[in-house]
Every structure is written in structure tokens, then in C-alpha cells.
């Protein structure tokens, strides 16, 4: 087990959560755009946040408020090896949340050593209790039929896959969409499923990577690509997010650009990989030109067959990264 921890470890440690500290720039990033897809104009003004975490089956849930809609989308939410405080990614639970969905974040890993063949399971678990939860509070956004995806970073994002391939094995819902960031399993292969070759043909997938992923790379993200046949190549895009010096603080293209630190939604929880998010993460151009904007419109294309040519297909809506401040464009994103 110990050997696994540091197997583990030195795959997902510290990176599951980090990006490079701010420097003092001359040419700036861009800001989050006013509207749109990763934009900050938001259907509700508060969240709701209910903490369930008691172990490998625990949860938190976050719902919109400001106006509190009757019903709503659900995103299920699966963090990096060992990010179980959801601090790390709290800028895009925001993002989703104030846009008009309820997130579900599953812990799936009591202490870093808790074994990856049992993530799925217990995430399944989690949603379960979850939904649960949702449904013994009418007061609350009920989830909106037909209306579920996952989205999940680096070991979460397999844990992901494995829910989205076999829900009705879990006991849970029928993935629409699936975001998936720097998948990967490391050392420990045990967590991934021995095949996706019979994931949904209903499914729309994106498998985004970074260009200077040392930690995950693309492996999985390349074994998810070929070997799901059924969902056509208009419905999946393996998408390569570039790196550009251009202007400071750069923009950087390592594992754990997902991360979105933002303390509203800290636990408490601390451990090795916990910590790093605090001290090295930030909410920059890369999460609203590409995190949060894929998510956003890849949920708009599944939900409401809307945004989808800025979801899918390589097109210049989808490549497009935004502008440096002095009018240079951002390196598109690639798509294979």
C-alpha cells in the first residue's frame, strides 16, 4: 500500500492542483469575456453548499440560488488524486453553479492510500446519496430530467469514464456529456475499466490535454479517443491546450492548469496535494478560454443542441483563446 501512496504520489502530488505563481505582467492575460461561453454573465447570484464528507463515500453539493430555479442540470464533479477539497477547483464549481447548475462532488478517496480500484464505486456511491439528499429537499433545484454530465481531472477524469461507460451497473443516471482534463491513471492502472469500447453512442465527449503534461500525458486520453467506436467523430474531440510566453504571467500548459482555487469552498481538509493548490494555483485565461468555456458549450450542445459548434469540430470558435492586452491572439487550441 505504501508503495502504492508513493507511486501515486509521484504522479498526481502537487500537480493535481498547481500552476506557476503570478508575476508582475507588462502585457496582460485576458480577462474572463463579459458573456458567453467561460463568460461572467451568470443566471444566479448565490450557491447553496451542503457538506457531506464523511469518508470514501462522502460528498458535497452546490446548488444555485438567486433566484432558486425549480429544477436543474446535474454536473458531477470528479477531482485529481488526492484534490478531495474542493478549494482546488472552486472557481469552476462557481462558474457551473452560477450558471444554473447543481454540482455533486464526490470525495471517492478517504486518505491518499485508499486504493483506486474502489474510486468508481464509491463516487457511485456518493451521487447516489447525493441525489438522495437533493430529493428529500423539495425546497431545493431538482435534477432536470435527461439533463446529467460528468467532468472530472486527472484520476477523476477516469473515474469519469468508468461511470459514463456502465451507469446502470452503478445505479446511476445516463451521461449526456463528459469533460474529461488530463486523464490519467499513473502507476496504478487498477482504477481504469478494462475496456470503454461499449461507451454510449449518446455520449459527447471532450478529452482536453495540456502540451507540457509531464505527469498524466495522453495516453488515456489517446486509448479513450480510438477505442470508443460508438460515439461518432462528430461527437468527441481530443483537444491539445498550448502553451504562450507571449505575456506575463504566462500561460502555462502543465497538468494541473484545471485547478480554480478559490477558499469559499474550502473544507478544511489538508494534505500534500491539498496544499500545493493553495499555494501555487490561480484562476486565469487558460480556465475561461478553455476549461470553462468547453464545459459550458459542450453542456449547452448536449443539453439543448445549442453552442455545439463551439463545443466540437475544430472550428475557429473552439480553437479561439482570447487576446493578449496588446491585441496579439492567444495560440489556439489544437484539435486532433
Known amino acids: 500500500m505504501r508503495l502504492l501512496f508513493l507511486l501515486l504520489a509521484t504522479l498526481f502530488s502537487q500537480t493535481a492542483c498547481n500552476k506557476p505563481?503570478?508575476?508582475?505582467?507588462?502585457?496582460?492575460?485576458?480577462?474572463q469575456p463579459a458573456e458567453g461561453y467561460g463568460g461572467a454573465a451568470y443566471t444566479n447570484n448565490d450557491i447553496g453548499k451542503?457538506?457531506?464528507d464523511d469518508g470514501n463515500t462522502?460528498?458535497?453539493?452546490?446548488?444555485?440560488?438567486?433566484?432558486?430555479?425549480?429544477?436543474?442540470?446535474?454536473?458531477?464533479?470528479?477531482?485529481?488524486?488526492?484534490?478531495?477539497?474542493?478549494?482546488?477547483?472552486?472557481?469552476?464549481?462557481?462558474?457551473?453553479?452560477r450558471r444554473g447548475n447543481i454540482v455533486i462532488f464526490p470525495r471517492y478517496q478517504a486518505t491518499l492510500v485508499t486504493t483506486p480500484a474502489i474510486y468508481t464505486s464509491n463516487a457511485a456511491t456518493a451521487i447516489s446519496r447525493a441525489l438522495k439528499t437533493i430529493a428529500d429537499n423539495p425546497s431545493w433545484p431538482q435534477p432536470a430530467k435527461g439533463k446529467y454530465a460528468y467532468v472530472g481531472h486527472s484520476y477523476g477524469a477516469v473515474v469519469s469514464a468508468n461511470l459514463a461507460l456502465t451507469p446502470a451497473a452503478y445505479g446511476?443516471?445516463?451521461?449526456?456529456?463528459?469533460?474529461?482534463?488530463?486523464?490519467g491513471t499513473g502507476n496504478a492502472p487498477q482504477g481504469a475499466a478494462a475496456s470503454y469500447r461499449n461507451m454510449s453512442a449518446?455520449?459527447?465527449?471532450?478529452?482536453?490535454?495540456?502540451?507540457?503534461?509531464?505527469?498524466?500525458?495522453?495516453t488515456f486520453s489517446d486509448l479513450l479517443y480510438t477505442t470508443t467506436p460508438y460515439i461518432t467523430a462528430s461527437n468527441k474531440n481530443f483537444i491539445i491546450h498550448q502553451a504562450d510566453n507571449h505575456g506575463a504571467p504566462v500561460i502555462s500548459a502543465n497538468h494541473g492548469e484545471a485547478a480554480s482555487t478559490d477558499m469559499w469552498f474550502d473544507s478544511g481538509e489538508r494534505n500534500t496535494v491539498i496544499s500545493a493548490s493553495f499555494t501555487g494555483t490561480r484562476t486565469d485565461a487558460t480556465d475561461y478560454y478553455y476549461y470553462w468555456k468547453l464545459t459550458d458549450a459542450l453542456l449547452?450542445?448536449?443539453?439543448?443542441?445549442?453552442?455545439?459548434?463551439?463545443?466540437?469540430?475544430n472550428t475557429t470558435a473552439q480553437q479561439y483563446t482570447g487576446h493578449w492586452s496588446d491585441g496579439q491572439a492567444v495560440k489556439p487550441l489544437l484539435v486532433k
Open 172 to 183: 446511476i443516471s445516463a451521461a449526456k456529456a463528459l469533460i474529461l482534463a488530463c486523464p
Open 58 to 97: 462522502g460528498f458535497w453539493l452546490y446548488y444555485p440560488m438567486n433566484p432558486i430555479p425549480k429544477e436543474a442540470p446535474v454536473i458531477v464533479f470528479n477531482h485529481g488524486y488526492g484534490a478531495w477539497n474542493p478549494a482546488c477547483y472552486g472557481g469552476w464549481i462557481r462558474h457551473l453553479v
Open 300 to 313: 449547452d450542445c448536449a443539453f439543448y443542441q445549442k453552442g455545439c459548434d463551439t463545443a466540437l469540430g
Open 21 to 31: 505563481a503570478p508575476e508582475v505582467p507588462s502585457v496582460k492575460q485576458p480577462a
Open 50 to 52: 451542503v457538506n457531506f
Open 202 to 218: 449518446k455520449i459527447k465527449m471532450l478529452l482536453l490535454t495540456e502540451e507540457d503534461d509531464n505527469r498524466a500525458g495522453t
